[in-house]
């Protein structure tokens, strides 16, 4: 292979090896994908039983192939074919000849809300007026491909396992929206799953099943988000910035001995420039300590205004919440229930909140809520008074700050993750893992002492109102080079705005 780009360099310069290395790579990527879904770059939206000129027809031909040449990847369908799930698939779209019907206009709507850009390309029969009321762009066949390299947005794409209720998860999905409440486009990919849209925050985004499709399209910024989703991103040739979202040292979910720990441990290692980046100072610490990687940081926010923050009255029966997947051993479940097993149940009661696993046998619970949608669980912590979190291994721990955003106490044993923002005594009660009787003491005193909750309400709400998403979001933009974009784009805008001002016939106009 290094004997055939060498020789095509020398005899056939530069043109001709990129153009064969370009489709060399395609080929490579798209090796026995032919029956499925392709994520691409472009797709060509046309009426082709409307008979135009076979002058525009070429022209429309040529510019594909341009495209293609210059590495994009083009599709071309009909538009009485079209279909709304097509929208997340490509970048952006390129109508022409085609009638103002309603299966186009909601097309065009749900492009638009996705951030992507759509082009008209005016013909013979069509009079500009009639895009006058559109938020389009109308563009002469002539000029397509350099308008499309100069206008189609950067994408960001979040690689994931899949979407299944996590902390993790939802971080990612909020990363996501903040993108694109900020004017990007954003695709995630998931490991296993189903093709769809992810519907958070008030917004849909496509979802795209890498088990049943794969990728051709150009990337802008692709974001790997747990370990075993790096391989994906290293090998993609088409990304131009590549990122990994570390949200714990994955390495120890794994006992000593099992091939997956060393696997883990390897993604923070990866080949090619990857930049790292967490929401967690503890992972920012052992990144540069243990692999010598330096990671920006930006820390974990919370949809406070989801919350009602109410004074608990602790009267009554007491309700204990106790959260966590039972069925992994750093979240530490059986000791919180050895506490709860021995309180006296007239004056207190157990409910439990695991994404995953279903509460053993011999756990003693009240009610069980059992994958409670995001949505949902604002209400789960304004029923219960105490929070018993007892996780050994975090990273960053929503659950506290949850509870505190909703008035309610926090008994917890401390860990890297939690530092960040638990103080004991002052928004918390810590106490030692192991320690079932200081546990024990810590809901006690939480119960009997008035002083005492006044002053960990008090300090738990001004501790959540801090990690409000609203202030933080800025920081999570300066983690994806949003300012960075947003200056090469000035420099865009004014190279084309001088263009417009020498040659008026080659400018791209917003009708």
Same mark, same amino acid.
């Given at each position: 292979? @290094?004997?055939?780009?060498?020789?095509?360099?020398?005899?056939?310069?530069?043109?001709? %090896?990129?153009?064969?290395?370009?489709?060399? %790579?395609?080929?490579?990527?798209?090796?026995?994908?032919?029956?499925?879904?392709?994520?691409?770059? @472009?797709?060509?939206?046309?009426?082709?039983?409307?008979?135009?000129?076979?002058?525009?027809?070429?022209?429309?031909?040529?510019?594909?192939?341009?495209?293609?040449?210059?590495?994009?990847?083009? *599709?071309?369908?009909?538009?009485?074919?079209?279909?709304?799930?097509?929208?997340?698939?490509?970048?952006?779209?390129?109508?022409?000849?085609?009638?103002?019907? *309603?299966?186009?206009?909601? %097309?065009?709507?749900?492009?638009?809300?996705?951030?992507?850009?759509?082009?008209?390309?005016?013909?013979?029969?069509?009079?500009?007026? *009639?895009?006058?009321?559109?938020?389009?762009?109308?563009?002469?066949?002539?000029?397509?491909?350099?308008?499309?390299?100069?206008?189609?947005?950067?994408?960001?794409?979040?690689?994931?396992?899949?979407?299944?209720?996590?902390?993790?998860?939802?971080?990612?999905?909020?990363?996501?929206?903040?993108?694109?409440?900020?004017?990007?486009?954003?695709?995630?990919?998931?490991?296993?799953?189903?093709?769809?849209?992810?519907? %958070?925050?008030?917004?849909?985004?496509?979802?795209?099943?890498?088990?049943?499709?794969?990728?051709?399209?150009?990337?802008?910024?692709?974001?790997?988000?747990?370990?075993?989703?790096?391989?994906?991103?290293?090998?993609?040739?088409?990304?131009?910035?590549?990122?990994?979202?570390?949200?714990?040292?994955?390495?120890?979910?794994?006992?000593?001995?099992?091939?997956?720990?060393?696997?883990?441990?390897?993604?923070?290692?990866?080949?090619?420039?990857?930049?790292?980046?967490?929401?967690?100072?503890?992972?920012?610490?052992?990144?540069?300590?243990?692999?010598?990687?330096?990671?920006?940081?930006?820390?974990?926010?919370?949809?406070?205004?989801?919350?009602?923050?109410?004074?608990?009255?602790?009267?009554?029966?007491?309700?204990?919440?106790?959260?966590?997947?039972?069925?992994?051993?750093?979240?530490?479940?059986?000791?919180?229930?050895?506490?709860?097993?021995?309180?006296?149940?007239?004056?207190?009661?157990?409910?439990?909140?695991?994404?995953?696993?279903?509460?053993?046998?011999?756990?003693?619970?009240?009610?069980?809520?059992?994958?409670?949608?995001?949505?949902?669980?604002?209400?789960?912590?304004?029923?219960?008074?105490?929070?018993?979190?007892?996780?050994?291994?975090?990273?960053?721990?929503?659950?506290?700050?949850?509870?505190?955003?909703?008035?309610?106490?926090?008994?917890?044993?401390?860990?890297?993750?939690?530092?960040?923002?638990?103080?004991?005594?002052?928004?918390?009660?810590?106490?030692?893992?192991?320690?079932?009787?200081?546990?024990?003491?810590?809901?006690?005193?939480?119960?009997?002492?008035?002083?005492?909750?006044?002053?960990?309400?008090?300090?738990?709400?001004?501790?959540?109102?801090?990690?409000?998403?609203?202030?933080?979001?800025?920081?999570?933009?300066?983690?994806? *080079?949003?300012?960075?974009?947003?200056?090469?784009?000035?420099?865009?805008?004014?190279?084309?705005?001088?263009?417009?001002?020498?040659?008026?016939?080659?400018?791209?106009?917003?009708?």
């Amino acid at each position: 292979m @290094i004997k055939k780009a060498y020789n095509a360099l020398k005899t056939e310069g530069l043109g001709a %090896f990129v153009r064969k290395s370009g489709r060399y %790579f395609k080929r490579k990527w798209l090796k026995n994908r032919k029956d499925r879904a392709v994520y691409k770059d @472009i797709l060509f939206i046309g009426n082709y039983q409307k008979a135009v000129s076979d002058l525009w027809q070429c022209e429309i031909a040529r510019q594909k192939r341009k495209l293609e040449t210059c590495w994009y990847f083009v *599709d071309e369908t009909d538009y009485r074919e079209l279909k709304v799930e097509q929208a997340g698939w490509y970048r952006a779209f390129v109508v022409f000849g085609c009638p103002d019907t *309603d299966q186009m206009q909601e %097309f065009v709507k749900t492009v638009k809300e996705l951030n992507k850009t759509v082009f008209y390309v005016g013909d013979e029969g069509m009079e500009e007026k *009639d895009f006058r009321k559109k938020d389009v762009r109308v563009i002469p066949a002539g000029h397509l491909t350099e308008s499309l390299k100069r206008e189609i947005k950067g994408n960001y794409v979040f690689v994931l396992p899949g979407l299944q209720i996590s902390g993790g998860v939802k971080v990612v999905l909020k990363h996501a929206s903040i993108l694109r409440k900020a004017g990007k486009e954003v695709v995630i990919f998931v490991l296993s799953g189903s093709h769809g849209w992810c519907r %958070f925050d008030g917004i849909k985004i496509p979802v795209i099943n890498l088990e049943n499709a794969c990728i051709a399209g150009k990337i802008g910024h692709m974001i790997a988000t747990m370990w075993t989703t790096v391989k994906t991103v290293e090998d993609y040739p088409y990304a131009e910035k590549k990122y990994y979202l570390v949200q714990n040292l994955e390495t120890d979910f794994y006992k000593e001995g099992d091939p997956l720990r060393g696997k883990a441990d390897r993604s923070y290692t990866p080949e090619g420039d990857i930049r790292f980046l967490t929401i967690s100072k503890w992972c920012q610490s052992w990144l540069k300590e243990k692999y010598g990687q330096d990671a920006l940081y930006a820390p974990n926010g919370l949809e406070v205004g989801n919350f009602v923050c109410r004074k608990r009255k602790m009267e009554g029966k007491i309700r204990i919440l106790i959260e966590g997947d039972c069925a992994v051993d750093y979240k530490n479940v059986d000791e919180a229930f050895e506490v709860t097993n021995s309180l006296d149940k007239a004056i207190y009661e157990v409910w439990y909140m695991s994404y995953n696993a279903q509460p053993k046998q011999w756990y003693q619970v009240d009610r069980f809520c059992h994958r409670i949608p995001y949505d949902q669980v604002p209400e789960i912590y304004g029923e219960c008074d105490i929070l018993l979190k007892t996780s050994l291994l975090e990273s960053f721990s929503y659950p506290p700050l949850e509870m505190m955003a909703s008035g309610g106490y926090v008994v917890a044993i401390p860990n890297d993750g939690n530092r960040e923002y638990l103080e004991d005594g002052k928004n918390c009660l810590f106490y030692s893992p192991g320690d079932l009787e200081g546990a024990r003491g810590a809901i006690e005193k939480i119960r009997t002492r008035k002083e005492l909750q006044d002053n960990l309400y008090e300090n738990g709400r001004i501790t959540a109102q801090k990690r409000n998403w609203h202030i933080i979001e800025e920081k999570i933009l300066l983690l994806y *080079d949003i300012e960075e974009e947003k200056k090469a784009r000035n420099t865009i805008d004014r190279t084309e705005a001088m263009e417009t001002a020498d040659k008026e016939d080659t400018s791209v106009r917003e009708v």
